[in-house]
């Protein structure tokens, strides 16, 4: 189990950026040849992959081969996929599933309309702070309290000028998501992009995922359209909700329609 662990810390670090074995050593505070051992065995499996001109290791074929079928067989896109195909031709930018994994969202699926003009991605696109934009919001407001809590209590880094940084600000707009039922973010993560979100709910307690689309911050400012956005998105998250065995009169659920 130790070594399952630490291959896991290992893991976890590459995800971020490819490192050497002794930066792996010195962030992980672990000896250099246990990590090395680790890298190796992880290295034949080719769970991670070695560049020859920097010695650095990163993941490889095997895991990513491996994390394909997390999204394949994801509950939310077996039944959601063709409500997001019909979806997608409405939608002026990009459409995206994400789904909390500790302090992060991570994106399922993320498709540009191909009609629509083409909106800016940022680097790291599949795994964001989830207090950076709506689909964090979104997750966040549909969390157990402790987990909350204990995420508001962390320092909230600043992505952009309009990244809500302020535990109480952030806190604030939690309790509005929770009585609307969607969030929007302007320029939060990305300067120029605004994003309208709501959450997708099966079963269990919390919400699985969020659903969003992600636009230029001109769409938005256009009411009309901003509303339009709104129904599109809370109208699919319900119709894939209900195809998870969700019920939009179970208690504790928001239906209301006003800005978060």
């Known amino acids: ?64 081969s491996l994390a394909s079928t997390y999204g394949r067989d994801h509950a939310v896109l077996g039944v959601g996929l063709g409500y997001l195909e019909q979806m997608l031709p409405q939608v002026p930018g990009l459409l995206k599933v994400t789904e909390r994994c500790a302090g992060e969202a991570v994106t399922l699926f993320n498709e540009q309309n191909p009609q629509a003009t083409s909106v800016r991605r940022i680097h790291a696109q599949y795994r964001l702070p989830l207090h950076g934009a709506s689909f964090g919001h979104v997750l966040l407001a549909h ?37 609307h039922g969607y969030a929007i973010s302007r320029g939060e993560l990305q300067a120029g992009n605004s994003s309208v979100s709501a959450p997708i709910f099966s079963r269990r307690p919390g919400a699985i995922a969020a659903l969003s689309v992600v636009v230029p ?9 901003c509303d339009e956005l709104v129904r599109l998105v809370r109208t699919t998250a319900l119709l894939i909700s209900e195809s998870l065995g969700w019920r939009s009169y179970h ?10």
């Open 1 to 64: 189990m130790k070594s399952l662990s630490r291959s896991t810390l290992i893991l976890r670090a590459l995800a971020e950026r490819p490192r050497r074995p002794s930066e792996l050593s010195r962030e992980l505070g672990k000896p250099w040849a246990t990590i090395y051992r680790t890298v190796r065995v992880l290295t034949d499996e080719e769970i991670l992959r070695r560049d020859p001109d920097t010695g650095a290791y990163a993941l490889g074929p095997t895991m990513w």
């Open 217 to 225: 911050i001109e769409v938005v400012e256009q009411q009309e359209r």
């Open 251 to 260: 208690p504790g659920h928001p239906t209301g329609s006003a800005h978060a």
């Open 143 to 179: 969390s157990d309290e402790e987990f909350l809590e204990e995420y508001l209590s962390l320092p909230l880094p600043r992505v952009t000028p309009g990244t809500i940084t302020d535990a109480e600000a952030l806190r604030e707009r939690v309790a509005q998501i929770r009585e």
